[in-house]
């Protein structure tokens, strides 16, 4: 004898525990990536500070102001996240952060960079 079961729900279950699977690898990429990300993207910020004359004490104030932003998990009482900032400056300054794009150095290039940073 067959036992019929409805499946929409074990469809619904191994849905959600996929998904969830997803967004916790996801979030592994992200924390074990965070700092190269952060490093890259002050790294362009503050190029383009040069590139447009900043003065030597812009940049570092800039930097030591963005190294803040990354470190401090609390601001004016409030907790901290990257997500809200953003929603905050796509709201207030009409920043669509899906213009970025991202041309990475070849793997030549980034062992080498890797390399010469753990020597010093």
């Not at 500070?49 to 004016?76: N, Q, T, V």
């Not at 920043?95 to 990475?104: C, M, V």
Request: glycine share 4%; proline share 1%; hydrophobic share 35%.
């Amino acid at each position: 004898m067959k036992v019929r079961t409805n499946c929409e729900h074990c469809r619904k279950e191994i849905y959600k525990e996929a998904e969830e699977a997803y967004l916790k690898q996801k979030y592994s990429i992200l924390n074990e990536n965070a700092y190269t990300m952060a490093v890259f993207s002050t790294a362009a910020v503050l190029a383009v500070m040069h590139r447009r004359g900043r003065s030597k004490r812009y940049i570092r104030k800039l930097f030591d102001e963005i190294c803040f932003m990354y470190d401090y998990p609390a601001y004016m009482g409030k907790e901290l996240h990257m997500t809200e900032v953003m929603k905050l400056l796509e709201n207030e300054y009409g920043i669509d952060f899906r213009k970025i794009k991202i041309h990475t150095e070849t793997e030549k290039q980034f062992l080498y960079g890797a390399r010469k940073e753990t020597r010093t």
